[in-house]
């Protein structure tokens, strides 16, 4: 375990995660909105439609589209899809 800044609110925490305990459930929460939005979405969309749309951060959305939970979704996306777009807020 290490010391962390969360990086949805900012707090130090000890933990191995990238989120404090606080935050992890308005993750997981997140995290299934964007994979209902994206389930239910026959077009390519921009990342601040998605946003808009789902109610997701963008900040959030680059960083969920980096692990491994949403590697199905880069795929059905394609070569234009989250790989060439980092937004940093």
Same mark, same amino acid.
């Given at each position: 375990?290490?010391?962390?800044?969360?990086?949805?609110?900012?707090?130090?925490?000890?933990?191995?995660d990238?989120?404090?305990?606080s935050?992890?459930?308005?993750d997981?929460?997140?995290?299934?909105t964007?994979? %209902?939005?994206?389930? %239910?979405?026959?077009?390519?969309v921009?990342?601040?439609?998605?946003?808009? %749309?789902?109610?997701?951060?963008?900040?959030?959305?680059?960083?969920?589209?980096?692990?491994k939970e949403?590697?199905?979704?880069?795929?059905?996306?394609?070569?234009?899809?989250f790989e060439?777009v980092?937004i940093?807020?």
């Open positions: 375990m290490k010391f962390n800044k969360c990086v949805r609110c900012g707090c130090f925490f000890a933990s191995s990238d989120v404090c305990p935050c992890k459930s308005k997981e929460i997140d995290k299934l964007l994979k %209902n939005y994206l389930d %239910n979405t026959d077009t390519p921009s990342l601040d439609s998605i946003s808009f %749309n789902s109610g997701v951060e963008l900040k959030n959305i680059n960083r969920f589209m980096e692990s949403f590697s199905n979704y880069k795929k059905l996306l394609g070569n234009d899809g060439n980092k940093n807020l």
